[in-house]
């Protein structure tokens, strides 16, 4: 079941795409959008981590600048609008919307309580952020790019954290793949994931770049991860 929801914020107030799970209540999940804003992609995965059991819960992070845009990576017109809107992007006024986001969904009443954060690209920097700023019970990052910038506040993770990284991402090159996976080794709630010979973006469902095995094993430990944090009493 989907419905739209609507989160208030000193600054605002910004939509949301929600999928829920047949059994109520259950743990909620903000799910942190690419460059490319709530689009078919973000909600598929809000839809599928619904069918896991989780109320998932994706928000217009780029309200500010361009509310409700919908891109795909499909053609350069697109691509390059996603670009400019990372450039126009607040990263602490994202942030900020996001635990808004975290605390909207613990107040909800067919929520557990738990909540978690995933993140893709621009949304996996944004949950590596999250994570180490504010109070979630799980998060997960995958190719967060420009990650290897924001080094320092690993030092910060309290909460259980994954980070899926491509071995080939073009975007976040091997010496910052090897600043953010060192940064993190000192962390033993956090557990870091390379896929190799894999390209940036190798999950996103509609991407030119997806490749169905990476994207099975990601999701795969996702799954088991998210579980063991959010679903355990």
């Not at 361009?66 to 609008?81: F, I």
């Amino acid at each position: 079941m989907h419905d739209p929801f609507r989160i208030t914020t000193a600054g605002g107030s910004f939509t949301a795409y929600v999928a829920r799970p047949q059994k109520l209540p259950a743990p909620a999940i903000v799910v942190v959008h690419e460059v490319f804003g709530v689009n078919a992609d973000m909600r598929q995965s809000c839809d599928e981590l619904a069918a896991q059991g989780y109320l998932a819960i994706c928000p217009d992070l780029f309200w500010r600048i361009a509310p409700g845009v919908e891109l795909s990576d499909r053609t350069e017109a697109e691509r390059a609008q996603g670009l400019a809107l990372y450039d126009a992007f607040d990263l602490d006024a994202g942030v900020d919307d996001i635990v808004a986001t975290l605390q909207a969904a613990r107040a909800m009443p067919d929520v557990t309580g738990k909540v978690g954060v995933v993140g893709y690209c621009l949304g996996g920097l944004l949950a590596f952020l999250t994570v180490a700023r504010a109070d979630c019970d799980a998060a997960v990052a995958y190719y967060p790019g420009n990650a290897d910038r924001y080094a320092r506040e690993a030092s910060r993770i309290a909460s259980p954290l994954i980070v899926h990284l491509a071995e080939k991402d073009e975007y976040i090159p091997t010496d910052a793949q090897r600043e953010i996976s060192s940064a993190l080794k000192e962390c033993p709630q956090v557990q870091v994931y390379s896929y190799p010979g894999r390209g940036h973006a190798f999950a996103r469902h509609l991407g030119i770049s997806y490749d169905a095995e990476a994207a099975a094993l990601a999701n795969g430990r996702t799954a088991a991860f998210l579980a063991l944090h959010l679903q355990r009493l």
